[in-house]
Structures are given as structure tokens and as C-alpha cells.
């Protein structure tokens, strides 16, 4: 059996579980061992992406929290349900790694299944619709969609069950963008490595460390233009995986000629109303969730690369909004011009592959973006775009619940 972890990072490069002293700091260290001793003991084993997401301890510690929430702590939806949803929200981005981490773990904790698509009953087959728009068109999710759920869930329920569903949609693009390789013991059927046998550099690498100190001047663009070439089409359905996501969506790129957005970005903020609706109605995980992402904006080592003391918030920043944008989200208190001053063409190319079809993603693009980035670096990067789709997806469906009991 393969120990392999990532098809993109160097097994080498892998922290190890024990005495692994490649951190910052002593507490990062003991922070990671005492989190992933903690995940071994609740689920049985310590998974690839587990592993390379620990390359963050602190953010490790915050996502476990999450997912401890979700599948451990008493709700008010069944263990086996929960475990069904995060494997029909897999499912949207043909993530068949966490579908089966998931079966795999339900099996061996709760010793229970649905062995086919007849079992699952007619309320989690009802979700199939809000689970696939929230993955490819959340600006569509609305009033509408809640209402109809409404029938078959109550409030309490529904928000969790979205939330869990906003979630390994995220999930998935990590698991994609950094190239997880499948579980030793859990055999994938439809596994297609993400990787080529031949790489080819095609683009320089930016010094984002002297545009960072502004020793290099960024282009001269008066507004945020996107490029023609962000624009990729969606892909051809496949029944296997539609079923189970219990409908079917193709992604389009969102059409910024819209002239009525749902909401304005900066009128409907997580920090502000949403996270009140979330409170309200999923206290349960509010708060651990709002601490991940808290977390994830303000993760810094303050270095690029090879280069120290470098302060990377407008970088960060730049990727996030540029996330949000491509899901139609935009904020007045933000200069778009950055976007482009720090993400060229591949870069935003990879970010959107991750942040919208991470299923398409290959070697070849984590290879090309134009950002001489470290392995921990590129985790980082994942980790701020998966969180900033996350949020974006909360923020639709939180203003559409709000709409109902606002």
C-alpha cells in the first residue's frame, strides 16, 4: 500500500506526526501534536489532508473544532445523515477522496450506511438542489430555496445541514488544490491523479516580496479588469456523481453585467448581520466556525519565499477579494486595482480552478503560478482560498435565510 500523501508536495517535505521539529515555534508543535493525537483518537486515523493542512497547527486546531462540531457534538440531524451530507456536498465536485473518507468513517464509527441510492430518504434527497446551486451558482441560492426546504426541515436543521454542505464544497477545494492522494486502506474508484508526467514552467515568477515592499512597481491599471482568459467553462454531467449530489448545476462564470446583485458585499458582512443569522440559527457551530475563518485571515509568518519581514496583508487580501469577486461579491472599502498587481493570469487561474471546479485542477497549474511560493506557502494559499469560497457561500445562503426570518 502507498504512503504517499500529495501528488504536488514532496513526501520529504510532509511533517511528521512525532517529533516533527520543522515549525516556528515549540508551540506549534506541541499545538499540532496534541490536535492530530485528538483526530486519531475520534476517528480512528489521521487523514492526507489532515496531514498537510497541519503544516498550520493553529488552523488545524480551528478546522478540527469545526468538524468535531459537525459529526461528534449532539445535533438535531442524525450521525448517519450528517455523514450522508458532507458525501452528497463531495459529490458536487466529484471529490470522490472525501466521499469515501467520509463512508469509510460512518462505517467504522456508527456501523450504519445507505448501500444504495434508494435507502436515502426523501428529505436529504431534497437538499440536492440547494446543494448543487450553493456549489456553482450561490448567487442564485434565495428566499425561494429556503421556503421550499422549509417543508421537509425545520430551521435549526436546515441552517446546519447547509452550513455542513457550504463546507465540504471548501473542503473539496482543498483536497483538490493541494493535490491529497487517496487513503492507503480506502480504495477510490474513480481516481484520476491530478498530476502530469511531464511539468512545464511557462511563466516567470514574480519577486511578490519586492511588489510587496513596493520596490517593484505593479502595473498601471486604473480599475480591476478580468482577464478573458479566467473565463473556463464548466464541464459535461456525470450521472455516477449527480445522482448522489442529488441534482445537477454546470458552472458559469458570474455574469458582472448584472445589474440587481442579492445583496451589496458591504451592506451584508460575516463580521456584522450574517454572522447574527448564523448565531441565531445554528449556535451550535457559529462560533467555531467564525474563529476558523478569524484564524485563517490573519495567519502570518511575515515572510515570502526566501524573504522575512515581509508584511503579506495586502497579498492575502488580494486573494481573498479575488475569491469573493468571482462569486459576485464585491466591497467598497477595497481597491480592486491590487487583484491584478499581485495576481497575474495562472495565479488567478489556479485560485478560480480551486475556488469554483477545483476538480479540474492539475500539477500543471499548482506548477504555474506566477508567485515564487514555498510548499507552505501553496498550502496557505489554499487554505485562504477554500475559507473566502466558504465564507462567500455563507454569506448567499445566510442572506436568503435571513430573508425568511429576518
Known sequence: MSNLVSHFIPQEHIKKLKGEIRFPNETEQEIYERVTENIQQTTGRISNYERIMGHFPLYLEKHSEVIQKFFFNDLSISYLWRYYIAYMAAATHRCEYLMRLQENICKTLEGDWFENLDEVPSKLIALGKANVKLAHRPWEFSEKDIRELLT?????????????????????????????????????????????????????????????????????????????????????????????????????????DITSRPFNGSEFRLTDQAYFVLEKMAPEVSESIWNRIRTATAMTYDYVGQDSGVETGPLRRAIWNYVQRVYGLQYDDYDYTDINKFLKINTKKYIKKIACFPETITKQDWENIEIELTYDEMIHLNILICESRFEAELLYMLYAVGSVYG
Not at 473539496?172 to 491529497?180: H, L, N, Q
Not at 498530476?195 to 505593479?218: H, P, Q
Not at 478580468?226 to 449527480?242: M, V
Open 152 to 256: 421537509q426541515w425545520n430551521p435549526n436543521e436546515l441552517v446546519l445541514a447547509l452550513t455542513e454542505i457550504c463546507q465540504f464544497h471548501c473542503l473539496s477545494g482543498f483536497v483538490f488544490g493541494v493535490g491529497a492522494a487517496p487513503e492507503s486502506d480506502i480504495p477510490l474508484f474513480c481516481n484520476k491523479e491530478p498530476m502530469a508526467d511531464v511539468v512545464r514552467i511557462t511563466k516567470n515568477k514574480t519577486n511578490i516580496a519586492a511588489v510587496l515592499r513596493g520596490n517593484v512597481d505593479g502595473p498601471d491599471i486604473e480599475e480591476y479588469i478580468s482577464d478573458s482568459s479566467e473565463d473556463i467553462d464548466g464541464y459535461d454531467e456525470d450521472i455516477y456523481f449527480s445522482k448522489i449530489a442529488g441534482d445537477y448545476l454546470c458552472y458559469i462564470n458570474y455574469p458582472m
